[in-house]
């Protein structure tokens, strides 16, 4: 890499989260626990889990504070922007068969 004219090396791209990732992030620098994100999203407990990993994924993160500080650094969370009564939006429950309708099915011999 290049650094810019300023001396600083150029930002990476910021990685792509969904809004449910990023409310879900909001949640934990609420300081909202697993179990506290279940009951409010009707998900359960594991479905959160897997949620924070592929966030950990994402973003690279180690855990929970991690995933937070980079989500800020990417600007995903703004520091005014934590408003508790705000509902998560509600993740993509359509079933495997209906979100690949249309598609080309492979043909067996």
Not at 4 to 18: C, I, M, V, W
Not at 24 to 42: H, Q, S, V
Request: aromatic share 4%; charged share 25%.
């Amino acid at each position: 890499m290049t650094a810019t004219t300023t001396g600083q090396e150029p930002r990476a791209a910021s990685p792509e989260l969904s809004p449910l990732h990023t409310w879900l992030l909001r949640a934990a620098a609420r300081g909202e626990t697993i179990d506290a994100i279940a009951r409010r999203t009707g998900l359960s407990h594991r479905s959160i889990t897997r949620h924070f990993s592929r966030i950990y994924r994402t973003l690279g993160a180690r855990n929970r504070a991690h995933a937070v500080a980079l989500a800020y650094r990417h600007g995903h969370l703004d520091p005014a922007d934590h408003e508790p009564n705000t509902p998560p939006p509600r993740p993509d429950r359509t079933s495997r068969a209906t979100r690949t309708r249309g598609l080309p099915t492979r043909t067996t011999r």
